[in-house]
């Protein structure tokens, strides 16, 4: 999956729920994700060991793989979808 294929997702989503939903969250805790799915020990998926391997650049390839795709959903919900006054964001607790 690509950022295009999120933005396809996104854009179904927004189509089929936008009338009920006012508040959209692109994506949950990022930074967990990239931390702990591609960094450190590995503990969520897809449970690499960055830690262990001599490349440790993965886990920028994933968070920018991220970021990417929220600013996709974000560019397809403003341009088409705000008008039903809903918000948009991505859910980055620490």
């Known amino acids: 999956m690509d950022s295009d ?55 920028y390839i994933a968070g920018y793989n991220l970021l990417l795709a929220h600013a996709a959903a974000v560019n397809i919900y403003r341009e088409k979808y705000q008008v039903n006054k809903g918000q948009i964001n991505d859910e980055n607790v620490s």
């Open 5 to 59: 294929d999120y933005a396809v997702y996104a854009e179904t989503c927004f189509k089929e729920f936008g009338d009920r939903v006012k508040h959209w969250i692109t994506l949950n805790e990022p930074h967990s994700l990239v931390a702990e799915g591609y960094a450190g020990l590995g503990l969520l998926a897809p449970g690499h060991r960055a830690i262990f391997k001599k490349s440790l650049t993965e886990p």
